[in-house]
C-alpha cells in the first residue's frame, strides 16, 4: 500500500485493535523497524505495539526464520506478558489465502472458545497445516493467480476437527 496508508493504519486503526494478525512484514511495517530477522524481533515489534497502540493480543502469522528450518511458526503475544508460538512443519510450496484462512479460522475458534488463546490459535494452525498438506498433495493445480488453490472443501473435516497431532505448541520466555 502507499506509505500514507501505512501511517493511517499505524494512527487510527491500530488503536481500535483488539487482536491484530499481520505477517512478518506487515508487523515491521506497523511498528515501524527495519526487517524481522528472529522471534526475539517479533516480540519486541509485538511488545511495541502493546505499549504504543494498546492492542491485547497480536498473533504473528506465517513466520520462520533461519534458526529453525523446516519449521513454520504462529507467534502470540497479549499485552498482559504471555508469549508462546505454535510450530508445523514448512511446506516449499508457495500458497494463496493461507493468511486469510489462518485469520477466519482464529476468529472462529476464539469465538468457539473464549476463554482460551492458545486452543483456538492451536486449533487454527492445526487446521491450516492440514489444509496446506492435502493442497500440496493435489499436486499442480494453479488457480485464477497462477498458485494452488487451498483445498477448503476437501478439507471440511479437518476444519471441524482440527488435527492437532500436526502442531507443537511451546511457551516463549
Avoid at 59 to 67: A, C, E, R
Avoid at 151 to 162: A, Y
Avoid at 163 to 172: E, G
Amino acid at each position: 500500500v502507499d506509505k500514507i496508508l501505512i501511517q493511517v493504519y499505524r494512527d487510527r486503526m491500530l488503536p481500535l485493535a483488539t487482536v491484530l494478525t499481520p505477517n512478518c512484514f506487515e508487523l515491521s511495517l506497523l511498528a515501524d523497524v527495519p526487517q524481522i530477522r528472529s522471534e526475539a524481533e517479533v516480540f519486541e515489534a509485538c511488545r511495541q505495539l502493546h505499549d504504543q497502540a494498546g492492542i491485547p493480543t497480536i498473533i504473528v502469522t506465517g513466520t520462520s526464520f533461519d534458526d529453525r528450518p523446516g519449521v513454520v511458526s504462529m507467534l502470540v503475544s497479549t499485552n498482559d506478558g504471555e508469549a508462546f508460538a505454535i510450530d508445523t512443519e514448512r511446506i516449499d510450496m508457495l500458497f494463496t489465502g493461507s493468511g486469510g484462512l489462518c485469520c477466519a479460522l482464529i476468529l472462529a475458534w476464539s469465538i468457539r472458545c473464549p476463554d482460551t488463546l492458545r486452543m483456538a490459535c492451536k486449533h487454527a494452525m492445526s487446521t491450516v497445516s492440514a489444509v496446506l498438506r492435502r493442497t500440496a498433495d493435489a499436486g499442480p493445480n494453479a488457480g485464477a493467480c497462477g498458485m494452488p488453490e487451498l483445498k477448503l472443501v476437501q478439507s471440511i473435516q479437518d476444519i471441524l476437527n482440527p488435527p492437532t497431532h500436526l502442531v507443537t505448541l511451546r511457551n516463549v520466555t
